[in-house]
């Protein structure tokens, strides 16, 4: 499942690419797109004719120059909207400074201790919720500022499990 945020709108659900067209949120659109060039393609929409080049602007964003205007696009993968939860949206680019339970769950045990150095995928606790073990990694190298719980500790969706110190490697 991904969505595509054109500008501020709001995203929209794509949910199947075939050859006759694309369906977003239910509805399909036919669509031609033929690529013409490196970074050049050919539209054929609603029975009007488009050329556009689209320049990648950052992960996963894309820049989209038609001839009259520009968009701005980003893809949003079903992770990102996972990571975005557990209060990791962004971590490619923004400081994080701590990781929260994604769902509600049992603290099994916890990996980290306070002012270690931790690299990014490291296993930070491991929360069970729904009879799952899920290991909880780190989504940046950082320094440990706090770890909040310990085993057999209760914890809420959102809960702050690891507090991370603001300066970041």
């Known amino acids: 499942m991904i969505k595509i945020q054109v500008n501020d709108e709001e995203p929209v659900l794509v949910e199947k690419i075939t050859p ?8 399909d659109q036919a669509i031609d797109i033929k690529k ?13 004719s488009f050329s556009v080049l689209v320049n990648e602007s950052g992960e ?8 009259d205007k520009k968009l ?5 993968e079903e992770l990102d909207e996972v990571l975005e939860k557990m209060g990791m949206g962004g971590a ?13 769950g049992v603290i099994l045990e916890v990996k980290v201790n306070g002012s270690a150095d931790i690299k990014k995928g490291d296993p930070l606790v491991v929360l069970e919720a729904m009879k799952m073990e899920n290991v909880i990694k780190s989504p940046v190298d950082a320094t440990i500022k706090d770890v909040l719980v310990q085993k057999g500790d ?5 809960a702050i499990l690891v507090a991370f110190d ?4």
């Open 72 to 76: 701005k696009a980003r893809v949003i």
């Open 92 to 104: 490619s680019s923004d400081i994080v400074k701590e990781v929260k339970a994604p769902m509600p």
């Open 154 to 158: 209760k914890v809420e969706k959102n």
């Open 20 to 27: 006759e067209g694309i369906s977003l949120d239910g509805s």
């Open 60 to 67: 996963k964003e894309y820049e989209l120059s038609f001839p």
């Open 166 to 169: 603001d300066t970041q490697k």
């Open 36 to 48: 013409v060039g490196e970074n050049e393609f050919h539209l054929i929409y609603k029975g009007r």
